[in-house]
């Protein structure tokens, strides 16, 4: 029904750059809301950034400032330009798609960013 998939994740000097991109298709008319979440082992999954179909977005804490979350309504994608990366950053990073009048959210299966030190 609605497929996700993320793509950019890699191995990144701390301080660099990394741009993650998220590509959702399948039976959508529009989005609601997207976002990007990220996980390391023994931890649960967490906020990273969202953005609304009107363009308003949400960072977490740890994220402020670093990184900037954008996305194409026409094209149903939604990026991730991450700066500075620190090895904290280190994680799968998760797309999630909520379409307009969908009951659940979808999520992609996630790329690996990996910060060196």
């Known amino acids: 029904q609605v497929r996700v998939v993320e793509s950019g994740g890699g191995l990144v000097q701390a301080g660099g750059s990394l741009r993650l991109s998220c590509a959702a298709s399948?039976?959508?008319?529009?989005?609601?809301?997207m976002g990007w979440y990220r996980q390391t082992p023994g931890k649960q999954r967490e906020l990273v950034a969202t953005?609304?179909?009107?363009?308003?977005?949400n960072y977490a804490d740890s994220v402020k400032g670093r990184f900037t979350i954008s996305r194409d309504n026409a094209r149903n994608m939604v990026y991730l330009q991450m700066s500075s990366l620190k090895p904290e950053d280190i994680a799968v990073y998760y797309c999630a798609v909520d379409p307009y009048g969908s009951s659940r959210i979808y999520w992609g299966q996630g790329t690996q960013v990996t910060v060196s030190s």
């Open positions: 399948g039976s959508i008319f529009s989005i609601n809301a």
């Open positions: 953005i609304t179909s009107g363009g308003s977005t």
